[in-house]
């Protein structure tokens, strides 16, 4: 196991399965202690412990991004705990069955609820651990995001996934973007970094499993954001091949 992260702590939202828990492994393998936040806490227990059986250092943190209540006490928990934090992964998400109409006809619950989670939860629980990721020397944020909230490639014919517009779920990507620009630019003079990552069309229960990439593929770009060196980028999109235009 490499040991390049140890002492550094880690949690990632939405981590008891999928790119979320891919992200915990592989941050774990290379020395990070990780934090699985779940909703559900037996579910976030079974994921620490599969990774534990791997000689990882994990643990799991109940935490549900639209319930201000468990994000709070995991914030009370990990400060209680660790005293600190070093990254911060935003991966919890959601696509609703709803979300897969022409824009005219989805319903606006839809919207509402989209954005509970995958913005509003995103900003609530960045607002909540900053603190402890100011203690950090080198405190990094992930917002996993997607291509599909890339403004330009919507508006491309030749995007490979052009077809898929879900207004719920590519405009709080969209929405995502802003986020990190705008936390980006309030941190700039701290030694915090704030990026977005785009994993692909990764194999997972948010698109039934019919994503061509793997999770380990879909993982890579936001563990490589998370440990980006001192003078790594800030404010930007990404994914594993380089910028991804907003």
């Given amino acids: 196991m490499s040991e390049d992260l140890k002492g550094k702590i880690a949690l990632i939202t939405g981590a008891n399965k999928g790119i979320g828990y891919e992200i915990a492994r592989q941050l774990g393998s290379r020395g990070a202690t990780v934090l699985i936040g779940a909703r559900d806490i037996g579910r976030g227990e079974d994921a620490a412990n599969k990774l534990r059986l791997n000689n990882i250092e994990a643990k799991a943190v109940q935490l549900d991004v639209v319930d201000q209540k468990t994000i709070d006490s995991a914030a009370q928990q990990i400060e209680s705990e660790f005293g600190k934090l070093d990254i911060l992964v935003n991966n919890a998400g959601i696509l609703s069955d709803g979300d897969r109409l022409p824009p005219s006809q989805v319903d606006i619950q839809t919207l509402r609820h989209t954005y509970e989670t995958n913005v509003f939860g995103v900003f609530a629980v960045t607002k909540a651990l900053l603190p402890l990721l100011k203690k950090s020397t080198a405190g990094r944020i992930v917002n996993v995001s997607s291509g599909l909230g890339s403004l330009t490639l919507n508006l491309d014919p030749s995007y490979e996934f052009f077809d898929f517009k879900f207004v ?33 069309y990764t194999a997972t229960d948010i698109n039934q499993n019919q994503g061509h ?34």
């Avoid at 993982?219 to 994914?239: E, H, I, K, N, Y």
């Fill in 168 to 200: 719920a779920y590519n405009s709080s990507k969209t929405a995502v973007n802003a986020l990190t620009v705008l936390f980006a630019a309030e941190l700039k003079d701290t030694p915090i970094k704030v990026n977005a990552a785009d994993p692909g």
């Fill in 213 to 246: 990439r793997t999770v380990e593929q879909g993982a890579t770009a936001a563990v490589r954001l998370a440990t980006l060196p001192d003078d790594g980028s800030t404010g930007g999109f990404f994914d594993e091949n380089g910028v991804v235009p907003w």
